[in-house]
Nanobody
Framework: QVQLVESGGGLVQPGGSLRLSCAAS????????MGWFRQAPGKEREFVAA????????NYADSVKGRFTISRDNAKNTVYLQMNSLKPEDTSVYYC??????????????????WGQGTQVTVSS
């Protein structure tokens, strides 16, 4: 079993930055792909970014390419999402997710086995 806890959300002005963190429990973190998703009210959960177990492979949604960066520290069992140049349309609850597979980088929600509880990100002036 893997438990994921997100942190770092909050209120930020357009153009600002935030860094989300997701701390994972369990011994499988270093062999798990990790992803970030987001869900706004009334909308489906959408893919944001993902990283392979080593962090050597990453995928991003087109809407965040060049603005968001996913990274991970396997020694700390933590994955990060650095979000720059934030826009009001980035406002969502952000979730991290884990897949116990070292070489994949899933880009769909059903590709993940474990989920955190989410952290709210609000971009507004």
């Amino acid at each position: 079993q893997v438990q994921l806890v997100e942190s770092g959300g909050g209120l930020v002005q357009p153009g600002g930055s935030l860094r989300l963190s997701c701390a994972a429990s369990g011994r499988t973190f270093s062999s798990s792909a990790m992803g970030w998703f987001r869900q706004a009210p009334g909308k489906e959960r959408e893919f944001v970014a993902a990283a392979s177990a080593s962090g050597g492979r990453t995928n991003y949604a087109d809407s965040v390419k060049g603005r968001f960066t996913i990274s991970r520290d396997n020694a700390k069992n933590t994955v990060y999402l650095q979000m720059n140049s934030l826009k009001p349309e980035d406002t969502s609850v952000y979730y991290c997710a884990a897949k116990a597979a070292p070489l994949t980088v899933p880009m769909t929600a059903r590709g993940y086995d474990y989920w955190g509880q989410g952290t709210q990100v609000t971009v507004s002036s």
